[in-house]
């Protein structure tokens, strides 16, 4: 019988844990998540972001199984960091925790490459069940946006025009509803002025609206921004 040497067993300890970065804009919420999750076993906090650009820096400069991250928050959110992410780290899982309520963003955000999404209303518990899951490499679906992909699977053909959008689209469609200039988003999203033009234009192609203002409003009217 192989007995496990001192070195196994902390290499056996150390592969189990579960590596978590945080990504929220508000310190206070970082913070405590941080405390709450290191106080559960088996998982551990290896670092920390407040914005969607420094998330991407983040999951480059540090080895991690999950990145719980926010939706909304100043110059590149969480969903324009979301992507770039899952390209650069297609192993991380990403699991978006949001205080939009799950029907406004949830299922886009899976299609899109996020491996889960909590409202911050939900349980601690629900948490950490939810990293748990994605640490497996499995994807998390709570029973509300369980309901709601069944709700789109009977609806068909029917999801509204802002769900039919690519990625870029979609970015760029949520910072002009916002009020950002050609310029502010070209920054952000590492584009040129023209192409965000050409971005706007078939936007509003898209979503059979006229003006930057009718974006506005419908998004609004969508509640995809306060």
């Known amino acids: 019988m192989h007995i496990q040497g001192e070195h196994e067993e902390e290499t056996a300890m150390h592969d189990s844990i579960i590596k978590v970065g945080i990504v929220d804009d508000h310190a206070i919420v970082r913070t405590a998540l941080l405390t709450f999750l290191s106080e559960q076993i088996g998982i551990k906090v290896v ?5 969607g650009r420094e998330a991407i820096d983040l999951v480059r400069n540090v080895a991690m199984d999950v990145l719980l991250m926010d939706l909304s928050m100043p110059g590149q959110s ?12 297609p192993d991380v899982g ?20 996020a491996s889960g999404y909590l409202n911050k209303e939900c349980q601690p518990d629900e948490i950490l069940n939810a990293i748990r899951t994605v640490a497996l490499g499995k994807r998390y679906i709570s029973p509300a946006v369980a309901d709601l992909l069944a709700r789109q699977l009977n609806r068909g053909l029917e999801a509204p ?5 690519s990625d870029r689209e979609f970015q760029v469609f949520l910072k002009l509803a916002r009020g950002a200039t050609a310029s502010d ?14 971005y706007r234009t078939r936007l509003l192609e898209k979503l059979a609206l006229e003006s930057n203002s009718d974006l506005t409003y419908y998004a609004l009217k969508n509640s ?3």
């Open 224 to 226: 995809l921004i306060d």
């Open 161 to 165: 025009p802002h769900e039919q959008l």
């Open 94 to 113: 990403i699991l978006i925790l949001s205080a939009y309520p799950e029907e406004q963003y949830a299922t886009s955000l899976i299609r899109k490459g």
């Open 47 to 51: 670092g920390q972001a407040s914005s």
């Open 185 to 198: 988003i070209a920054r952000d999203l590492s584009l040129s002025v023209k192409t965000v033009s050409t």
């Open 78 to 89: 969480g969903i324009d960091a979301l992507t770039m992410i899952r390209a650069k780290a």
